[in-house]
């Protein structure tokens, strides 16, 4: 998810990359940037670059959480101390399991920290880096599109979050990767009903022989209706 978001957004975005250890992060920021200039050529405005993940808490306007679920409670505890209220925590983070061959939806597990079992992995983040404002999105778009600079994404993003300014600032985010949709969907706490259409999807996928689904949002009309 990270990869493919960090392609999209540099061509108009400056993108940092944050890891643990900065060689890593250099290598993948140097393998996206030349990706990314090789397809978007002379119209590519923004940049990527690798730092640790420190130096991308401190330095970031925007920071999108791309962790798996069990390493993003310690991570967030580490970055903490880094973030400021001026900045805004994007939450694509899906907690699942896998049994006998399907997905079903589990929790973070965070009650250390004296917080509820029962929250959603976007809560659960926003509870460690209050007042930092917290969005959830992109829990149902493919990362395998989105890492497919080819792919014409004509999906929707079901975007949560309880800040105002932060979803209105998510949802441009979104709109700058083109063909995607954002759909507001409420405060963050509705991010437990996002967070699990994944395993509902990824079911979808193994049940019926289906090819990394996705959500697309459609009007109906019933017969019925008259103007």
Request: proline share 7%; net charge neutral.
């Amino acid at each position: 998810m990270g990869r493919g978001l960090t392609i999209r957004w540099a061509v108009k975005h400056d993108i940092l990359i944050g890891s643990r250890t900065l060689d890593k992060a250099q290598g993948i920021a140097k393998e996206l940037e030349n990706i990314a200039r090789g397809f978007y050529q002379a119209d590519m405005k923004g940049s990527i670059r690798g730092v640790t993940n420190v130096d991308a808490a401190k330095e970031s306007e925007v920071v999108v959480v791309t962790l798996p679920p069990e390493a993003t409670v310690p991570a967030m505890m580490e970055l903490r101390p880094y973030l400021n209220p001026k900045q805004f925590v994007v939450s694509t983070v899906v907690a699942m399991r896998r049994k006998k061959g399907l997905f079903c939806c589990t929790t973070i597990s965070a009650k250390d920290l004296g917080i509820s079992e029962d929250k959603s992995a976007a809560e659960v983040i926003q509870e460690i880096v209050k007042p930092v404002p917290v969005v959830s999105a992109f829990q149902t778009v493919p990362a395998a599109y989105l890492i497919n600079i080819d792919s014409v994404l004509n999906l929707d993003v079901l975007i949560a979050g309880d800040d105002e300014l932060a979803v209105s600032v998510v949802s441009r985010l979104v709109r700058d990767v083109p063909n995607l949709r954002p759909l507001r969907v409420g405060p963050l706490e509705n991010s437990k009903w996002v967070e699990s259409i994944t395993p509902l999807l990824l079911n979808a996928a193994v049940l019926n022989n289906l090819q990394e689904p996705s959500l697309r949002v459609v009007p109906w009309m019933p017969t019925s209706y008259t103007a």
